[in-house]
């Protein structure tokens, strides 16, 4: 098992819903790139909607500070998006913005999808704004699974490994960047 912790990052909610198998899929990756995952996994948590953010926090719910620690622990994320109306599920959105410094000079990266042609490409956008403010730089690819319900099985695989090839570049990108900022986050981070 390499150095390099990836926390998996999901957040739609229900039993049925196909971010699951997206989940899955990443999860499948990450252990083939002998990184460890690590997931948070708002359709799991259930959060309540943020009032107050975890570093200001007392006496922090345990769900919370299970995050916290799952993100500090991290080297990188892959955030996964769902595309609601053209922006990002609020579940998401909602977990993400409980936390700030977990995520800082570490490295993300995004896979989006939809039940349509075009893969959530537009929530994947919207996300890349979100996470360039928390200081976790988006790398440059991303990758979009399109017709989500048929091209992913509930193992994660996709059908004739269409994703797994597609996502070659996607995954040396993000590990390339994992690496390079780990190093140089033992130098220290600019604030
Ligand atoms: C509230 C809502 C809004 C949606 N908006 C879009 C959309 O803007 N574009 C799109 O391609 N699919 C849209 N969809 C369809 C989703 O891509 C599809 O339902 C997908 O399975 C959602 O992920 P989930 O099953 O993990 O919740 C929307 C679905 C919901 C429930």
């Given amino acids: 098992m390499s150095v390099y912790k990836v926390a998996i990052l999901a957040g739609t909610m229900g039993e049925n819903r ?11 990756q990450v252990i083939e790139r ?13 959060l309540p909607m943020l009032s107050e953010v975890y570093r200001s926090m007392k006496d922090p719910d345990p769900r919370l500070k299970e995050i916290h620690e ?11 998006t769902a595309e609601y109306n053209h922006g990002i599920p609020p579940a998401l959105k909602n977990m993400l913005d409980y936390f700030r410094n977990e995520y800082f000079f570490k490295p993300s990266g995004i896979i989006s999808y939809s039940s ?27 990758l ?6 048929e091209s992913l099985l509930p193992d994660g ?15 040396d990108e993000f590990g390339w960047y994992m690496e390079a900022l780990a190093e140089q986050r033992k130098k220290g981070k600019p604030y």
């Fill in 144 to 149: 979009p699974v399109s017709r989500v319900h």
């Fill in 70 to 80: 799952t993100l500090t622990a991290a080297d990188g994320f892959i955030v996964i």
């Fill in 18 to 28: 196909e971010g699951l198998k997206v989940l899955q899929f990443a999860k499948n």
């Fill in 34 to 46: 002998n990184w460890e995952p690590l997931i948070a996994d708002a359709g799991v948590y259930n």
């Fill in 157 to 171: 695989s996709s059908v004739n490994g269409d994703y797994e090839r597609r996502s070659k570049k996607f995954f």
């Fill in 116 to 142: 349509g042609p075009f893969g959530g490409v537009r929530g994947a956008e919207q996300l890349r704004l979100v996470l360039s403010e928390l200081r976790t730089p988006p790398v440059p690819s991303s």
